[in-house]
């Protein structure tokens, strides 16, 4: 049987919101942090399954234990659309992996095959967009839902993500899930249809602030150096005073941009600068280096390590010292801190929430 879907299929977009809506018209589940992935499922075939990413690309060489745990676990054609995530687990339980899990994207082969029996991933299912020969994207979630509730997705490294329809119960979710490494609530109209490409879901993701120091900057690409900023980097001290590049902070007006290249021109010094010290010790986090996303080095200019900022995060990555995962937003300069008062002791750690508890149908 042929499916009614091929890919690739834009998955359907979610809009922020500031808090979960009292709305009786939506159906809330958590926001897995992990890769977007679509799953085209066809026993028998002779390629049974095609894992898509958000852009539309194969993911099957890089997890062939979901491949071949989906072809185990499904015994009729259908597509989903849900998340690739690694579970890791420690004295507190089971809670997700985000460093784990971008680690997958290797180049080497052999490299891939040692981390799916090292580190399995799992597909979390929480859409299902065509069944045997019918295409369901025009039908409402309501039915959806109902028909992936009814395929009993509930096996090694396969699993269907709880849903409410209690704003209450979602914001309860909001607030303690973290802990299990989610990365908010998703809310989805019951009555609306999947959407390719669209953004007509819902998401609440956590959100911080932090004070950095203001350590260095990038100027804006396709402009003079000197005359606009791209972006300025940001550091925190760790417990032995050493200061680490945490991230960025951009996307400011075009007059912003332009403004601060003249604000900050006087604190554009390289000498002495604790980044660019080769004798300051191993283990610090510097801007700029290659990474397996990046072949080249970003240029980047030193500055004075004298203004603090307060900016917005949703997450941190990595053992300490870690970084904030995303670009943050700019909330408002703080001349009222010193820089050696910026510090990782005033980043929040979540309370730990088993992520078994979450599988398991003990939360509602």
């Known amino acids: 049987m042929a499916l009614p879907l091929t890919p690739p299929v ?42 898509q990413s958000r852009t539309g690309k194969s993911l099957n060489r890089y997890f062939p234990e979901v491949l071949a745990n989906l072809t185990a676990a499904i015994d009729r054609p259908l597509v989903l659309d849900g998340e690739l995530v690694i579970i890791s687990r420690d004295g507190h339980g089971e809670k997700l992996d985000w460093d784990v899990l971008t680690e997958r994207i290797h180049p080497a082969a052999s490299r891939v095959r040692l981390l799916a029996e090292q580190t399995p991933a799992t597909f979390v299912a929480f859409d299902l967009l065509a069944l045997d020969d019918r295409d369901l994207t ?21 699993h269907t993500t709880p849903v409410t329809d209690d704003p209450a119960t979602a914001r309860e979710w909001l607030r303690v899930f973290e802990g299990a490494g989610l990365d908010g609530v998703i809310g989805k109209p019951t009555s609306g249809a999947y959407q390719p490409g669209k953004r007509t879901m819902l998401k609440v993701k956590h959100s911080r602030t932090a004070d950095c120091v203001v350590a260095g900057l990038r100027w804006h690409a396709n402009t003079e150096p000197g005359t606009a900023v791209g972006s300025l980097l940001l550091g925190l001290y760790d417990d032995n005073d050493v200061l680490h590049h945490v991230g960025v902070v951009g996307a400011f007006p075009a007059a912003k941009r332009r403004e601060l290249a003249t604000t900050l021109a006087d604190l554009l010094d390289a000498e002495g600068h604790p980044w660019l010290d080769p004798d300051a010790g191993e283990g610090r986090r510097l801007p700029g280096g290659v990474t397996r996303w990046r072949s080249g080095e970003l240029v980047w200019e030193p500055l004075r390590p004298e203004l603090v900022v307060e900016v917005a995060y949703d997450h941190t990555e990595g053992a300490m010292p870690s970084r904030f995962r995303h670009t943050t937003q700019f909330v408002r300069w703080r001349p009222d801190r010193e820089p050696s008062s910026c510090r990782y002791d005033q980043l929040d750690e979540p309370a730990r929430y088993d992520l078994d508890s979450i599988f398991s149908g003990e939360v509602r």
């Open 138 to 158: 025009a039908e409402p979630l309501s039915v959806r839902r109902e028909l992936l509730a009814g395929l009993a997705l509930h096996h090694e490294g396969l």
């Open 10 to 51: 834009k998955p359907m977009l979610a809009s922020p919101v500031d808090g979960v809506p009292d709305r009786s018209d939506l159906l809330f589940e958590p926001k897995w942090d992990g890769f977007r992935c679509l799953v085209f499922a066809d026993p028998g075939a002779a390629e049974p399954g095609f894992l």
